[in-house]
Protein backbone atom coordinates (compact mmCIF):
# COMPACT_ATOMS: atom_id res chain seq x y z
CA UNK A 1 0.00 0.00 0.00
CA UNK A 2 1.20 3.29 -0.72
CA UNK A 3 1.42 5.60 2.23
CA UNK A 4 3.84 7.66 0.68
CA UNK A 5 2.48 11.91 1.48
CA UNK A 6 3.38 15.53 0.11
CA UNK A 7 3.63 18.17 2.92
CA UNK A 8 4.03 21.74 1.70
CA UNK A 9 5.85 23.93 4.15
CA UNK A 10 3.07 26.93 4.14
CA UNK A 11 5.85 29.40 5.52
CA UNK A 12 7.77 29.47 2.67
CA UNK A 13 4.75 30.63 0.57
CA UNK A 14 3.28 33.85 0.29
CA UNK A 15 2.55 34.91 3.90
CA UNK A 16 0.02 37.89 3.32
CA UNK A 17 -1.72 35.74 0.74
CA UNK A 18 -1.75 32.95 3.21
CA UNK A 19 -5.65 31.27 2.31
CA UNK A 20 -4.90 31.45 -1.76
CA UNK A 21 -1.75 30.11 -0.62
CA UNK A 22 -3.44 27.15 1.10
CA UNK A 23 -6.19 27.02 -1.48
CA UNK A 24 -3.64 26.34 -4.46
CA UNK A 25 -1.73 24.01 -3.04
CA UNK A 26 -4.88 21.86 -1.68
CA UNK A 27 -5.87 21.73 -5.01
CA UNK A 28 -2.51 20.79 -6.53
CA UNK A 29 -2.65 17.89 -4.83
CA UNK A 30 -0.90 18.51 -1.31
CA UNK A 31 -1.86 15.95 1.23
CA UNK A 32 -0.55 18.03 4.27
CA UNK A 33 -0.03 21.68 5.00
CA UNK A 34 2.85 22.25 7.01
CA UNK A 35 3.94 24.97 9.89
CA UNK A 36 6.83 25.77 11.40
CA UNK A 37 5.64 27.43 14.77
CA UNK A 38 7.40 28.93 17.36
CA UNK A 39 5.70 30.41 20.87
CA UNK A 40 5.18 33.64 21.95
CA UNK A 41 8.33 34.01 23.26
CA UNK A 42 10.73 32.98 20.44
CA UNK A 43 12.23 36.12 18.60
CA UNK A 44 12.05 35.14 14.64
CA UNK A 45 8.42 33.91 14.73
CA UNK A 46 7.20 32.32 11.44
CA UNK A 47 4.00 31.56 12.77
CA UNK A 48 2.72 31.74 16.16
CA UNK A 49 0.45 29.27 18.04
CA UNK A 50 -2.50 31.60 17.81
CA UNK A 51 -2.66 31.39 14.15
CA UNK A 52 -2.99 27.70 13.77
CA UNK A 53 -6.65 28.39 14.23
CA UNK A 54 -7.08 30.13 11.00
CA UNK A 55 -4.90 27.95 9.23
CA UNK A 56 -7.14 24.99 10.38
CA UNK A 57 -10.26 26.46 9.86
CA UNK A 58 -9.16 27.58 6.00
CA UNK A 59 -7.40 24.17 5.61
CA UNK A 60 -10.98 22.61 7.24
CA UNK A 61 -10.25 18.97 6.97
CA UNK A 62 -7.02 18.14 5.46
CA UNK A 63 -3.82 16.85 7.83
CA UNK A 64 -1.72 19.92 9.52
CA UNK A 65 1.62 19.30 10.99
CA UNK A 66 3.41 21.39 12.92
CA UNK A 67 6.84 21.88 13.88
CA UNK A 68 7.42 23.40 17.45
CA UNK A 69 10.60 25.63 16.88
CA UNK A 70 11.19 26.71 21.11
CA UNK A 71 10.45 25.44 24.33
CA UNK A 72 7.64 23.43 24.66
CA UNK A 73 4.95 22.90 27.56
CA UNK A 74 1.86 21.46 27.82
CA UNK A 75 -0.09 24.64 27.18
CA UNK A 76 1.39 24.92 23.55
CA UNK A 77 0.63 21.16 22.98
CA UNK A 78 -3.27 21.14 23.87
CA UNK A 79 -3.68 24.39 22.24
CA UNK A 80 -2.42 22.97 19.01
CA UNK A 81 -4.46 19.24 20.04
CA UNK A 82 -7.56 21.93 19.81
CA UNK A 83 -7.02 22.85 16.80
CA UNK A 84 -7.10 19.31 15.27
CA UNK A 85 -3.49 19.66 14.70
CA UNK A 86 -2.27 15.75 13.40
CA UNK A 87 1.10 15.39 13.52
CA UNK A 88 3.63 17.79 16.05
CA UNK A 89 7.37 17.53 15.92
CA UNK A 90 10.24 19.08 18.12
CA UNK A 91 13.71 18.95 18.05
CA UNK A 92 15.65 17.17 21.00
CA UNK A 93 17.26 20.66 21.67
CA UNK A 94 14.56 22.32 22.86
CA UNK A 95 13.51 20.26 25.31
CA UNK A 96 15.16 19.00 28.27
CA UNK A 97 12.82 15.22 28.84
CA UNK A 98 12.40 13.98 25.44
CA UNK A 99 10.04 11.48 26.73
CA UNK A 100 7.74 13.50 28.50
CA UNK A 101 7.37 15.57 25.68
CA UNK A 102 6.80 13.18 23.32
CA UNK A 103 4.12 11.82 25.85
CA UNK A 104 2.63 15.13 26.66
CA UNK A 105 1.81 15.07 22.66
CA UNK A 106 -0.03 11.74 21.98
CA UNK A 107 -1.48 12.25 25.20
CA UNK A 108 -3.32 15.00 23.52
CA UNK A 109 -4.32 12.61 20.87
CA UNK A 110 -1.55 13.65 18.11
CA UNK A 111 1.33 12.15 16.44
CA UNK A 112 4.70 12.86 17.96
CA UNK A 113 7.88 13.38 15.85
CA UNK A 114 11.31 14.14 16.33
CA UNK A 115 13.24 16.72 14.19
CA UNK A 116 16.71 17.19 13.02
CA UNK A 117 18.25 19.86 11.02
CA UNK A 118 20.91 19.25 9.03
CA UNK A 119 23.50 19.36 11.24
CA UNK A 120 21.19 17.25 14.18
CA UNK A 121 23.04 14.68 15.77
CA UNK A 122 20.75 11.43 15.41
CA UNK A 123 22.82 9.08 16.78
CA UNK A 124 22.95 10.72 20.23
CA UNK A 125 18.93 10.38 19.98
CA UNK A 126 18.62 7.02 18.52
CA UNK A 127 17.53 5.52 21.44
CA UNK A 128 14.09 7.76 21.34
CA UNK A 129 13.50 6.84 18.03
CA UNK A 130 10.76 3.84 19.41
CA UNK A 131 9.03 6.48 21.16
CA UNK A 132 7.82 8.63 18.23
CA UNK A 133 5.61 7.76 15.35
CA UNK A 134 8.18 9.60 12.86
CA UNK A 135 11.35 11.17 12.11
CA UNK A 136 11.83 14.46 10.44
CA UNK A 137 15.41 14.98 8.29
CA UNK A 138 16.17 18.38 7.10
CA UNK A 139 18.09 17.64 4.36
CA UNK A 140 21.17 19.96 3.02
CA UNK A 141 20.63 21.83 -0.14
CA UNK A 142 20.81 19.58 -3.27
CA UNK A 143 23.99 20.09 -5.77
CA UNK A 144 23.05 22.83 -8.03
CA UNK A 145 24.20 21.13 -11.21
CA UNK A 146 21.49 17.90 -11.73
CA UNK A 147 19.48 18.43 -7.97
CA UNK A 148 21.11 15.11 -6.48
CA UNK A 149 21.18 14.81 -2.62
CA UNK A 150 24.51 14.80 -1.02
CA UNK A 151 25.98 11.90 0.16
CA UNK A 152 25.56 13.34 4.12
CA UNK A 153 21.63 13.02 3.67
CA UNK A 154 21.59 9.83 2.02
CA UNK A 155 24.12 8.73 4.73
CA UNK A 156 21.81 10.27 7.45
CA UNK A 157 18.28 8.89 6.13
CA UNK A 158 19.95 5.46 5.89
CA UNK A 159 21.23 5.54 9.50
CA UNK A 160 17.55 6.36 10.33
CA UNK A 161 16.18 3.66 9.02
CA UNK A 162 18.78 1.35 10.00
CA UNK A 163 17.89 2.29 13.17
CA UNK A 164 13.80 2.30 12.98
CA UNK A 165 14.04 -1.20 11.25
CA UNK A 166 15.54 -2.64 14.83
CA UNK A 167 13.09 -0.61 17.06
CA UNK A 168 9.70 -1.80 18.01
CA UNK A 169 6.63 0.88 17.08
CA UNK A 170 7.98 1.24 13.62
CA UNK A 171 8.24 5.45 13.49
CA UNK A 172 8.45 6.58 9.49
CA UNK A 173 10.65 8.88 8.21
CA UNK A 174 9.68 12.23 6.84
CA UNK A 175 12.49 14.76 5.02
CA UNK A 176 12.31 18.37 4.46
CA UNK A 177 13.99 20.00 1.56
CA UNK A 178 14.50 20.05 -2.10
CA UNK A 179 12.87 16.92 -3.14
CA UNK A 180 12.03 16.89 -6.36
CA UNK A 181 11.02 14.27 -9.13
CA UNK A 182 14.62 13.66 -10.07
CA UNK A 183 16.03 12.83 -6.39
CA UNK A 184 12.63 11.44 -4.61
CA UNK A 185 13.08 7.94 -5.89
CA UNK A 186 16.25 7.27 -3.78
CA UNK A 187 14.33 8.48 -0.97
CA UNK A 188 11.60 6.24 -1.40
CA UNK A 189 14.19 2.98 -1.53
CA UNK A 190 15.50 4.55 1.76
CA UNK A 191 11.57 4.03 3.29
CA UNK A 192 10.92 7.54 3.43
CA UNK A 193 7.15 8.38 3.35
CA UNK A 194 6.67 11.69 3.99
CA UNK A 195 8.34 14.55 1.99
CA UNK A 196 8.14 18.24 3.09
CA UNK A 197 8.94 20.77 0.28
CA UNK A 198 8.31 24.19 0.42
CA UNK A 199 10.69 27.30 -1.65
CA UNK A 200 11.07 25.30 -4.62
CA UNK A 201 7.75 24.87 -4.70
CA UNK A 202 6.17 28.10 -4.66
CA UNK A 203 9.24 29.35 -6.83
CA UNK A 204 8.00 27.17 -9.52
CA UNK A 205 4.70 28.58 -9.39
CA UNK A 206 3.06 25.54 -11.28
CA UNK A 207 2.24 23.82 -7.98
CA UNK A 208 0.25 21.46 -10.07
CA UNK A 209 2.94 20.35 -12.47
CA UNK A 210 5.34 19.82 -9.45
CA UNK A 211 3.42 17.67 -7.05
CA UNK A 212 1.70 15.51 -10.28
CA UNK A 213 5.55 14.90 -10.88
CA UNK A 214 5.69 14.04 -7.30
CA UNK A 215 3.08 11.74 -6.97
CA UNK A 216 3.75 9.89 -10.48
CA UNK A 217 7.28 8.65 -9.24
CA UNK A 218 5.21 7.93 -5.88
CA UNK A 219 2.84 5.77 -7.97
CA UNK A 220 5.43 3.57 -9.65
CA UNK A 221 7.62 2.87 -7.02
CA UNK A 222 4.96 1.51 -5.22
CA UNK A 223 3.65 -0.35 -8.36
CA UNK A 224 7.25 -1.69 -9.20
Partial sequence: MNNSLIHVSIAEGDLLNLSDEIDRTLLAGADVIHLDVLNDQGRSVEFRPSFVNVIREHAKKSIVSVELGAVIDKSNIKALAEESVDYISFSPAVVDDISSAAKMIKDCGCKAGLSFDFEGDMEKYSTFFDQFDFVNISLCKAEANDGNLSGKDL??????????????????????????????????????TGFIIGRSLFQSQDYYTMIAGLKKVIRSYAMS
Avoid at 165 to 181: L, M, Q
Fill in 155 to 192: AKVSFAKNIIDKVHGDPSIWVAGEITSKNISVLLELGV
